[in-house]
Nanobody, 125 residues
């Protein structure tokens, strides 16, 4: 079993930045990859970015490039999402997730095995 706990969400004004973190614990943690998604009520979970755990190769949604940066701390079992120039439409619950075995596509929510509880990010205009 793997537990994921996100932190770093909050309320901020448009143009601001946040750094979200996700700490993994539980069984010996050696995933294939981790990812960040977000979701607003009534919509599907949206992929933001993913990172291959061994090696650190990253993958971003087209809309995320330039405004989000994913990184991981291999020693601390954490993954972070640095956000830049947030807009009101970035308001959502942000989730981290992990996939334990190799998959072809990191941008599919159904490929992930474990999810955190989410952290709310609210951007005011």
């Amino acid at each position: 079993q793997v537990q994921l706990v996100e932190s770093g969400g909050g309320l901020l004004q448009a143009g601001g930045s946040l750094r979200l973190s996700c700490a993994a614990s539980g069984r010996t943690f050696s995933p294939y990859a981790m990812g960040w998604f977000r979701q607003v009520p009534g919509k599907e979970r949206e992929f933001i970015a993913g990172i291959i755990w061994a090696g650190g190769t990253t993958n971003y949604a087209g809309s995320s490039k330039g405004r989000f940066t994913i990184s991981r701390d291999y020693a601390k079992n954490t993954v972070s999402l640095q956000t830049y120039s947030l807009k009101p439409e970035d308001t959502a619950v942000y989730f981290c997730a992990t996939v334990l075995r190799p998959v072809l596509r990191l941008n599919l929510a159904e490929n992930y095995d474990y999810w955190g509880q989410g952290t709310q990010v609210t951007v005011s205009s």
